[in-house]
Nanobody
Framework: QVQLIESGGGLVQAGGSLRLSCAASEQLGAMAWFRQVPGKEREFVGGSGYTETNTVYTDSVKGRFTSSRDNAKNTVYLQMNDLKAEDTAVYLC??????????????????WGQGTQVSVSS
């Protein structure tokens, strides 16, 4: 059974930084981060294919967030800098079983983590 274990969430002041980690129990395809706020649709944040040149971000986080991947550890990271109050959400890790193409639609992902809360105070 594939597992995705997230860590690194927490409470931070606006302008601060957090680093999220997502460790997979086996090698998978593209790994990405989504976020969800109660009452709103789940939103794609960013993700990584097999190499660091294959990364995709939603416009609102470009220049502030960086997705990276350690294939030897089956782990993807999300470095979040200059955090804003609107970044507050539950962040969920997702992975595709075979494809290394980073997709922005949640329906393209086969596995999901439980989520980690990120709260940014203004």
């Amino acid at each position: 059974q594939v597992q995705l274990i997230e860590s690194g969430g927490g409470l931070v002041q606006a302008g601060g930084s957090l680093r999220l980690s997502c460790a997979a129990s086996e090698q998978l395809g593209a790994m990405a981060w989504f976020r969800q706020v109660p009452g709103k649709e789940r939103e794609f944040v960013g993700g990584s294919g097999y190499t660091e040149t294959n990364t995709v971000y939603t416009d609102s986080v470009k220049g502030r967030f960086t997705s990276s991947r350690d294939n030897a550890k089956n782990t993807v990271y999300l470095q979040m800098n200059d955090l804003k109050a609107e970044d507050t959400a539950v962040y969920l890790c997702a992975a595709r079983k075979w494809s290394y193409k980073v997709a922005t639609s949640e329906g393209e992902y086969d596995y999901w983590g439980q989520g980690t809360q990120v709260s940014v105070s203004s």
